[in-house]
């Protein structure tokens, strides 16, 4: 079975995506463009459906309403926005992963010490994960629903609040690396990074 070839825009127009790589809106493309001049096959599936066309405006009408003045502000403005409306999102990214922290930094996993040999880091670990577990629902309750960016924040630093009081209680546990100085946290087995 040959492959078709993927879909090709046809010279001297342009597609929804590489107006929005230049700046441009859904909302700038309604008012300014309007109707679309063309379309062409999405080479694109979902699944077993096919995506819809990629519509397909002419090069010199988008040109022509690049120039006009009403453009330019209706662009500035909606470049202002989006700026306003990341700023807003790492604003509350980083105000919920202060309150996060604070949970993280109240909690003192207790370790019950038990006969395990020297070096049987998993079973040390395994002994204890429900700790993990028990505080997340805690800081569930406190600070709200969990959503999946917050466990990705929380996660790394939980086990490693744990991992730093089994080096405590066992000597021979390895002394865990901070979360917050590493780049990217090795997983485990146990579904805790």
């Known amino acids: 079975m040959s492959r078709r070839p993927p879909p090709v825009t046809p010279e001297g127009f342009l597609t929804t995506q590489d107006l929005k790589e230049r700046g441009w809106t859904a ?4 008012d300014f463009l309007g109707e679309h001049d063309g379309e062409r ?7 077993r459906k096919r995506l819809p066309p990629v519509k397909l405006y002419r090069d ?5 309403a690049e120039r006009e003045e009403d453009f330019l502000v209706a662009q500035a403005r909606a470049m202002d926005a989006r700026e306003r409306a990341e700023r807003a999102g790492r604003t509350r990214k980083a105000n919920r992963e202060r309150v996060l922290s604070a949970q993280v930094e109240a909690w ?12 049987a880091v998993r079973k040390a670990r395994e002994a204890h994960v429900k700790l993990l577990d028990t505080e997340l629902k805690r800081i569930e309750r406190e600070a709200g629903p ?7 924040f929380l996660k790394p630093l939980l086990a490693f609040r744990l991992d ?3 080096a405590s209680a066992y000597g021979w546990f390895p002394v865990p690396k901070d979360p917050q100085e590493t780049v990217r946290v090795a997983a ?3 579904g805790w990074e």
């Open 27 to 30: 909302r700038l493309i309604r």
């Open 41 to 47: 096959p999405n080479g694109l599936k979902m699944g």
């Open 60 to 64: 010199e009408r988008t040109e022509e």
């Open 108 to 119: 003192r996993p207790v370790i019950q010490v038990q006969p395990i040999r020297k070096g």
């Open 146 to 152: 969990l959503k999946t960016p917050d466990l990705r």
């Open 164 to 166: 730093a009081a089994l």
């Open 188 to 190: 485990r087995d146990d």
